[in-house]
């Protein structure tokens, strides 16, 4: 069982930048893949970011491809989304979420993360 906590979400202008983070609990951390996810109101849940469970490799969707920095610390449980150059449709809850192994190129369907956490808040404002 792994637990998940998001923090560092907030107000933020147009172009500014915030960091995101999740500790996980547990002594499996890097067994792991590591996904971010977010969800805008009345819209679905899409996936923003994924890392391996090594962090050697990343995956990102191409609207925030460039903007994005997903990285991991396995010595401390925690994976991090640095978010630069903030666009209003930002704006959305933002979830992080772990595999029960390693899926890869698969890194964007949500069925495949068996752990979630509750999500902390992003607000873009133009």
């Known amino acids: 069982q792994v637990q998940l906590v998001e923090s560092g979400g907030g107000v933020v202008q147009a172009g500014g930048s915030l960091r995101l983070s999740c500790a996980a609990s547990?002594?499996?951390?890097?067994?792991?893949?590591m996904g971010w996810f977010r969800q805008a109101p009345g819209k679905e849940r899409e996936s923003v970011a994924a890392?391996?469970?090594?962090?050697?490799?990343?995956y990102y969707a191409d609207s925030v491809k460039g903007r994005f920095t997903i990285s991991r610390d396995n010595a401390k449980n925690t994976v991090y989304l640095q978010m630069n150059s903030l666009k209003p449709e930002d704006t959305a809850i933002y979830y992080c979420?772990?595999?029960?192994?390693?899926?890869?190129?698969?890194?964007?369907?949500?069925?495949?993360?068996?752990?979630w956490g509750q999500g902390t808040q992003v607000t873009v404002s133009s």
């Open positions: 547990g002594r499996t951390f890097s067994s792991h893949d």
């Open positions: 890392i391996s469970r090594s962090g050697v490799t990343t």
């Open positions: 979420a772990a595999t029960q192994g390693a899926i890869g190129a698969r890194w964007s369907r949500r069925d495949l993360y068996s752990y």
